[in-house]
């Protein structure tokens, strides 16, 4: 990534010519892009809201979400916290390619994601029926003896409030603007359509609710071997050398915002005050210098087309 250039220019106090600044955020965009994505090109402006708004439409809870830089911090700490349920972690380490080709999985979730929160509504519903028929295949025994199936709704249910909960803590955390009221809310409301549609008897549908049933899951974690040869490849995972100090922040910024009792059991500490004084400065400004190079996202327009 361009961060150096960057930096330079602050400390500098130089202010460069529109068309090279223009030219640096147009670089850093697209790298950015490539390592998240798979693909440099910014998505293109092509759903038509007015006609069909998808799953939830601009003005929605999930848009306000979704659209931030905030998302990659979040992703990666329902990352962590799923390998606390020991049937969860087992299939991911006996199915998942993700030591061979960890970016594959990012950008897999991140197509999920996207084609659920801004596609059409026939985008969405197919892919949520790709999902449900990969996870048809994921079942085995994990190592304490015990069977499992991603089609489980007890471990859909764990996964989806995972992820639900990281991203919406990390949105009010390390979003660029505030979020609306009561969208905290309405955005949990609105997740449930997507866990619904994969397999969940019954979603959360408010922030508390999502509180106590991820604290109903706590007797059920427990940290083994294949827990911690995970962590230990998200904290050093093989990417290019460029984005690795970024990813460092972003890794360290995913652990301080972990329940405590979790970073006991994952072992992963997070020095005094080092979140505060350390972490969250320099997060907030990754997150922002990150919103700054990739501009809105193109669906989050409001118009008849996004």
Same mark, same amino acid.
């Given at each position: 990534?361009?961060?150096? /250039?960057?930096?330079?220019?602050?400390?500098?106090?130089?202010?460069?010519?529109?068309?090279?600044?223009?030219?640096?955020?147009?670089?850093?965009?697209?790298?950015?892009?490539?390592?998240?994505?798979?693909?440099?090109?910014?998505?293109?402006?092509?759903?038509?809201?007015?006609?069909?708004?998808?799953?939830?439409?601009?003005?929605?809870?999930?848009?306000?979400?979704?659209?931030?830089?905030?998302?990659?911090?979040? /992703?990666?700490?329902?990352?962590?916290?799923?390998?606390?349920?020991?049937?969860?972690?087992?299939?991911?380490?006996?199915?998942?390619?993700?030591?061979?080709?960890? #970016?594959?999985?990012?950008?897999?979730?991140?197509?999920?994601?996207?084609?659920?929160?801004?596609?059409?509504?026939?985008?969405?519903?197919?892919?949520?029926?790709?999902?449900?028929?990969?996870?048809?295949?994921?079942? /085995?025994?994990?190592?304490?003896?015990?069977?499992?199936?991603?089609?489980?709704?007890?471990?859909?249910?764990?996964?989806?409030?995972?992820?639900?909960?990281?991203?919406?803590?990390?949105?009010?955390?390390?979003?660029?603007?505030?979020?609306?009221?009561?969208?905290?809310?309405?955005?949990?409301?609105?997740?449930?359509?997507?866990?619904?549609?994969?397999?969940?008897?019954?979603?959360?549908?408010?922030?508390?609710? #999502?509180?106590?049933?991820?604290?109903?899951?706590?007797?059920?974690?427990?940290?083994?071997?294949?827990?911690?040869?995970?962590?230990?490849?998200?904290?050093?995972?093989?990417?290019?050398?460029?984005?690795?100090?970024?990813?460092?922040?972003?890794?360290?910024?995913?652990?301080?915002?972990?329940?405590?009792?979790?970073?006991?059991?994952?072992?992963?500490?997070?020095?005094?005050?080092?979140?505060?004084?350390?972490?969250?400065?320099?997060?907030?400004?990754?997150?922002?210098? #990150?919103?700054?190079?990739?501009?809105?996202?193109?669906?989050?327009?409001?118009?008849?087309?996004?």
């Amino acid at each position: 990534m361009r961060r150096a /250039g960057v930096t330079l220019l602050r400390w500098n106090r130089v202010t460069p010519a529109p068309n090279a600044l223009d030219d640096l955020r147009t670089r850093f965009g697209r790298e950015i892009r490539r390592v998240l994505a798979g693909s440099p090109e910014a998505p293109p402006r092509s759903v038509d809201f007015a006609a069909d708004p998808g799953l939830f439409g601009p003005d929605s809870a999930t848009f306000e979400v979704h659209t931030d830089a905030s998302m990659i911090i979040g /992703g990666l700490r329902a990352l962590l916290l799923q390998t606390m349920h020991p049937l969860a972690m087992a299939g991911v380490a006996d199915h998942s390619d993700y030591r061979r080709d960890p #970016l594959g999985r990012l950008h897999r979730t991140g197509a999920f994601v996207g084609a659920t929160t801004f596609g059409t509504t026939e985008e969405a519903e197919q892919a949520i029926r790709l999902v449900r028929r990969i996870h048809e295949r994921v079942r /085995g025994t994990a190592p304490d003896g015990r069977p499992y199936r991603a089609t489980d709704p007890h471990l859909l249910l764990f996964v989806h409030c995972t992820e639900v909960d990281s991203f919406l803590r990390a949105r009010r955390r390390y979003g660029a603007t505030p979020l609306s009221p009561g969208a905290g809310d309405r955005y949990v409301e609105e997740m449930a359509v997507v866990a619904e549609g994969l397999g969940v008897r019954r979603a959360p549908r408010s922030v508390e609710e #999502l509180g106590l049933v991820l604290d109903g899951y706590r007797p059920e974690h427990h940290v083994g071997r294949q827990a911690r040869e995970t962590v230990r490849f998200l904290a050093w995972p093989p990417l290019p050398a460029a984005t690795r100090p970024a990813y460092g922040l972003v890794f360290a910024t995913a652990v301080s915002m972990l329940p405590r009792h979790a970073r006991r059991a994952l072992r992963l500490p997070v020095a005094p005050l080092a979140e505060p004084f350390v972490i969250r400065p320099a997060a907030t400004g990754l997150m922002r210098t #990150l919103g700054w190079a990739l501009g809105d996202h193109p669906s989050a327009a409001t118009g008849s087309t996004a």
